[in-house]
Structure formats: structure tokens, C-alpha cells
């Protein structure tokens, strides 16, 4: 990744030292389906068109200006092993960034100019999920301690491939949608009297949750946690999951079994 960020250095380099203006060209795609008969054949990997950032536009300056520095910040990231969010990123220099809109919008070109995903650039989005029931794990030096305090809710940690010594004896993993419903079996001290893990991402689902294969197939999947958890839980006391959704409205409830564990 690195060399890719030199090389795009070096072109900006080459055209000024040429007496050229930079420009820097993004691919562009397409983030809707734009088939009316609903049969979708949409690729969301294929480029439908391009777009020329190039300081000859009046328009482009600021936004290559600001596509340079978080650049420079992202190489700061990998040189150094470090992780840090948009908001971060955005406090680094907030009188030029101006406001946050700008810092991510400068992170989605650069992704599209290298070919990358965000987490390849050391940048992670703001945890936003709650976990609480009988889990006990490490991430880095910090120490989540769920069964000390069941009905607690704990943040998940941002960079969960970090997170190791993963202690559990859980029957199963309960995920929730809204952080009300969260609260509510946190008042109701529901893991007091059910061996579990409770998760919510708070609502509207953030990267990691999007991130995910298909919700039908694997729904105990959409955080990454649950992913670490899962492989834990094949090892020792799980026999198969599945996934439960209930609508509180109607009163219904849909059961699809996820996949077998081994022994």
C-alpha cells in the first residue's frame, strides 16, 4: 500500500516538476441499482465511467489539496503500524478539513485511487456496537470483563482482530437490532437468568456490519466479534446456530439454521 501512495506522489511530482498541472483520475461507481424492472444486474465492482481531478478546475483544488493531506496522514498510519478513525483523522487539522463530510469524502477517493478498502489504509470506523453477557476477552492491553457486571454494556472493540483469550461458557449469541431493545434486556438483567451474549449495533448498520455476506445465511455474522466468538464457540460447547427474527409488531418469528459446528 505504501507503493501505491509513493507512486501517486511521484506523478503529482513528475507533472509540476514538467511544468504540468496534477490531475488525478477516480474511477467512478455506481451506489444504487438503476434497473426499474428490479432485476438487478448491477456491478458494484465495475467501474461505469471515470472522473479528472485536476487543479485546473477551480472547484478540484480544494479537494486535491485535501485528498494530499489525508494521504499524507494515512502513510503516517502504515509507516507506523497505527490505526485511527475518520474522526481522528478530521481533528488532525479541523481548520482546513473544515468539518467532517470533507475527511471522508477525501477517504472514499483515495480508496477508489488505490484500490483499496478503508481497512487496508489503517483506518477504522467509530465503534458504535454493544456487547454484555457471560464473555470475557483481551484487546491489546485492555481487559473486557462482561461477566464481572452481566447486565453492562461494553463497546466493541473497533479493531477486533486485536482481540484474543476470548472466555466464555455462553449457550448461545443473541443479536438485537435496536439499542432499546439492548436496554431493556440490560434492565430486565436478562443474562443474569440466560446464559448468553447479548450484541446490538445500535440501529443503522455501521461498515462492519454491511461488510457481511448475505443476513439470511450467516446473521450471526454482521459483527466481527460474533465471527471471533463463532470459532470459539465450534471449538467447545455449541452443537449448531441459527438465526432467530422476531418482529415485535406481529408477533412472528422466523427460525434458518446457520451451519453445523465440527467436533
Known amino acids: 500500500m505504501l507503493d501505491r501512495i509513493r507512486n501517486v506522489v511521484r506523478s503529482i511530482v513528475l507533472d509540476i516538476s514538467d511544468q504540468r498541472l496534477p490531475s488525478i483520475y477516480l474511477d467512478r461507481y455506481r451506489n444504487h441499482c438503476a434497473d426499474p424492472s428490479g432485476t438487478c444486474r ?3 465492482e465495475s467501474a461505469i465511467g471515470g ?5 485546473e478546475r477551480e472547484g478540484h483544488v480544494r479537494r486535491l489539496d485535501v485528498m494530499l493531506r489525508v494521504l499524507l496522514i494515512v502513510q503516517g498510519l502504515l509507516q507506523e503500524n497505527r490505526h485511527g478513525s475518520k474522526r481522528d483523522i478530521y481533528y488532525m487539522n479541523p481548520s482546513v478539513f473544515r468539518e467532517q463530510a470533507v475527511v471522508d469524502r477525501a477517504i472514499n ?14 483506518v477504522v470506523s467509530a ?3 454493544l456487547v454484555m453477557g457471560w464473555l470475557r476477552f483481551l484487546e491489546i ?4 470483563d462482561c461477566i464481572r457486571n452481566l447486565n453492562t454494556a461494553y463497546p466493541i472493540p473497533v479493531q477486533v482482530e486485536l482481540v484474543e483469550d476470548i472466555v466464555s461458557v455462553a449457550h448461545y449469541i443473541l ?27 445500535r440501529g443503522y ?4 456490519t454491511r461488510r457481511c455476506v448475505p443476513i439470511k445465511f450467516f446473521f450471526l455474522n454482521q459483527f ?3 465471527e471471533s466468538l463463532l470459532s470459539y464457540f465450534r471449538c467447545t460447547i455449541c452443537d449448531y446456530f441459527c438465526a432467530v427474527f422476531y418482529n415485535f409488531q406481529k408477533e412472528t418469528c422466523i427460525l434458518y439454521q446457520v451451519s453445523a459446528a465440527s467436533h
Open 42 to 44: 448491477c456491478g458494484y
Open 51 to 55: 472522473d479528472v481531478i485536476s487543479m
Open 109 to 122: 477517493d483515495i480508496c477508489i485511487l488505490l484500490q483499496c478498502s478503508r481497512h487496508n489504509l489503517n
Open 127 to 129: 465503534g458504535k456496537g
Open 141 to 144: 492491553d485492555r481487559k473486557y
Open 175 to 201: 443479536v438485537v437490532e435496536k439499542e432499546t431493545v439492548f436496554q431493556r434486556l440490560a434492565n430486565d438483567k436478562f443474562c443474569e437468568t440466560n446464559h448468553c451474549i447479548v450484541i446490538t449495533g
Open 205 to 208: 448498520p455501521d461498515v462492519s
Open 224 to 226: 466481527k466479534l460474533v
